[in-house]
């Protein structure tokens, strides 16, 4: 299933939403304004918490933790030397480590694991800046998907108009 994840640049902290190929609402992340370092909620459409985006302080390389309530689920973490494009190592707890290897712009991303492609993010579909749009195959944790394509939008394009 496609997803667009469209991040509001005049919004007070981060709070967006995130859409499915209908264009219904069915995520929302929101941002802690007042936090030392990154600290995010994926929320349902009832504002039910999903999962907890955590950032790592005192970390060499950018690291960002996923938790459900207090069960950790997974961590990402952005490697350090790569040359042509960002890569991230997503450490699940229960279903397999993921990579996630951005092309020269860093802006598409291509999800694997063990080989096998799980995910696309793409941020070339749209004019629009800060927009993305991620397919995710079936039998995959959308949620886990989505949240990492938050920390790579974080990572890489948190500085960009």
Known sequence: MRYIMRKNLLSFGDRFAIC?????EVFFVNGEVFS????????DPHDNELLYISQKLLSLAPTYELYQGEQHLA???????????CTFAIHTDNRGDLEARGDLSDHEYSVTR?????????KQWFTISNTYGVDVTDNES???L???TVV???CCHEDEP
Do not use: C, P, W
């Open 75 to 85: 961590t990402i973490q952005k490697e350090v030397f790569t040359f042509f494009a």
């Open 142 to 144: 959308t949620v886990l």
């Open 146 to 148: 989505l949240a990492s």
């Open 36 to 43: 030392l370092g990154h600290k995010l909620s994926f929320l």
């Open 152 to 154: 790579i939008d974080m």
């Open 114 to 122: 063990q080989g096998e492609t799980v995910a696309q993010i793409s």
């Open 20 to 24: 499915n190929e209908n264009g219904e």
